[in-house]
Nanobody, 117 residues
Framework: QVQLVESGGGLVQPGGSLRLSCAAS????????MGWYRQAPGKQRELVAT???????NYADSVKGRFTISRDNAKKTMYLQMTSLKPEDTAVYYC???????????WGQGTQVTVSS
């Protein structure tokens, strides 16, 4: 069974940076598209960045130019480098397939990112 574990979140001041990691374990098929999602307090979960196995990326307008998604297929790990963080980036960040829960891959516990002075 595939499991995804997010890490790297924390408390950071506006303008700061964080790098999130998403590590997969278990026997997994070749997954074409992976993504980072986030859910802010009182808001719906949104997809903020995607990456294909070939390295093609896409971003939500809200994070474009500030976030960078990357993927190491050999390590079965995905990353989200976040820079110029804003208070509105505060959310729990999750990784999953795009669309979500392909191959039965469930949501992990996520990692909390709090941007506050």
């Amino acid at each position: 069974q595939v499991q995804l574990v997010e890490s790297g979140g924390g408390l950071v001041q506006p303008g700061g940076s964080l790098r999130l990691s998403c590590a997969a374990s278990g026997s997994i098929p070749s997954i074409n598209i992976m993504g980072w999602y986030r859910q802010a307090p009182g808001k719906q979960r949104e997809l903020v960045a995607t990456i294909t196995s070939g390295g093609t990326t896409n971003y939500a307008d809200s994070v474009k130019g500030r976030f960078t998604i990357s993927r190491d297929n050999a390590k079965k790990t995905m990353y989200l480098q976040m820079t110029s963080l804003k208070p509105e980036d505060t959310a729990v960040y999750y990784c999953n397939t795009v669309p979500s829960m392909r191959w039965g891959i469930r949501w992990g516990q996520g990692t909390q990112v709090t941007v506050s002075s």
